[in-house]
Nanobody, 126 residues
């Protein structure tokens, strides 16, 4: 089972910045992560994509994130980051990390995964 752990959320004033981090890990074996991304969710709304980055270097940003947020990856660390600048109150949400790919272990071979983190709260308020 692939685990994702997020960090970096918190309370920030409008116009401020935060950097979210997410690291993927597996108890045994190795990971080949194809796609990593950030979603966000607010009460009463569907989870929405904020940004994603695949192993081919293709970026995908929500319109609300373009020009303000930057997604990046450190493949050696199985990590994805989201730099969020010029934050607005409407960015307030739980931000959830997602990763898709394959894991390999000697006893299980190759297995596909699509894993989610627990989420980290981002609150933008004065």
């Amino acid at each position: 089972q692939v685990h994702l752990v997020e960090s970096g959320g918190g309370l920030v004033q409008p116009g401020g910045s935060l950097r979210l981090s997410c690291v993927a890990s597996v108890a045994s074996g190795t990971l080949r992560i194809n796609l990593m991304g950030w979603y966000r969710q607010t009460p009463g709304k569907q989870r929405e994509l904020v940004a994603s980055l695949n192993s081919g270097g293709i970026y995908n940003y929500a319109d609300s994130a373009k020009g303000r947020f930057t997604i990046s990856r450190d493949n050696a660390k199985n990590a994805v980051y989201l730099q969020m600048n010029s934050l607005k109150p409407e960015d307030t949400a739980v931000y959830v990390c997602n990763a898709e790919g394959q894991s390999y272990s000697s006893n299980r071979g190759f297995q596909r995964f699509n894993s989610w983190g627990q989420g980290t709260q981002v609150t933008v308020s004065s």
